[in-house]
Structures are given as structure tokens and as C-alpha cells.
């Protein structure tokens, strides 16, 4: 069932397109979000990649306008990455897109399933940052 769910999740979010970047590129824009001025080593240790593929990854984002890379305070040679108006306003719409979408699903439910759907969700989204973030779980109920 999380296999198939997970597939249709998939289909109704890509409905709601990502162009012009990548799921490797709104990676990349997820984490900026959350880590605002990373270098480029810890963006590329956040994504299990090599600095020089994450570069290139940057490279692309700056050329349509989601990223920054600005100079350090403390050392003009390393470079902090940000995201850009551009970049926030995309990821702003791409979750207003994708969240339309599956308002539209939710409707056809009952409303007695939407509620256990919500709580289930509340719990997965606990535990998952917890293990994302290799922190121990807290209990849904008490989050």
C-alpha cells in the first residue's frame, strides 16, 4: 500500500510540474531553504554527493535565477549559497500547485478518513524527521 501510494503521490505532484529543475535541483532548493548560507561541502554532504557535481548543480539553479552564491564574511574565498526571491517564489508556487492537488483527492474522501489520514500523517512526518534528522522520535500525540 506505501508503495502505491507513494507512486500516485508522485503522478499528482508531477501534475503539478517542477520545470524548469530537477528533483536532484529542488533537492538542492529544499535544503537552501532550511540552511540558509551552507557552503558548497555541506550542501553536497546534505545531498550524499561530491562538491564538484554539486557545483554544477548550483551552476545550473544561478543560470535560472534560484540561487545565490555570495562571499563569506569571515573568508572571501569560500562561498555561501542562498536562495534568491526567484527561488523562494518557485518553491512557494510549486507547493501551492502541488498542495491543490491533492486538496482535490482529499475531497472525494470521507471526512472520518481524512481525519485518521491526518494523524497517521502527523506521526510520519515526526518519525521521518526524526530519522532524517537522526534525532530520537518524539510522540505524534505530544508533537
Do not use: K, Y
Not at 551552507?38 to 554532504?45: F, H, P, Q, S, V
Amino acid at each position: 500500500m506505501t508503495s502505491e501510494a507513494a507512486e500516485l503521490l508522485e503522478v499528482l505532484w508531477g501534475r503539478a510540474s517542477t520545470a524548469p529543475v530537477s528533483a536532484s535541483q529542488l533537492r538542492v532548493l529544499f535544503i537552501l531553504e532550511h540552511n540558509e548560507g551552507i557552503n558548497l561541502r555541506t550542501l553536497a554532504d546534505h545531498l550524499g554527493s561530491t562538491p564538484p557535481s554539486t557545483s554544477r548543480l548550483c551552476d545550473r539553479l544561478q543560470a535560472v535565477g534560484f540561487v545565490e552564491r555570495r562571499a563569506a564574511a569571515s573568508s572571501r574565498r569560500e562561498l555561501q549559497l542562498f536562495l534568491s526571491r526567484r527561488g523562494r517564489a518557485f518553491l512557494t508556487d510549486l507547493r501551492e500547485r502541488r498542495e491543490s492537488a491533492l486538496q482535490a483527492v482529499l475531497e472525494q474522501m470521507p471526512a472520518a478518513q481524512r481525519g485518521a489520514l491526518l494523524r497517521g500523517l502527523e506521526a510520519f512526518c515526526v518519525a521521518a524527521a526524526a530519522q532524517i534528522h537522526e534525532t530520537p522520535p518524539v510522540d505524534a500525540a505530544t508533537a
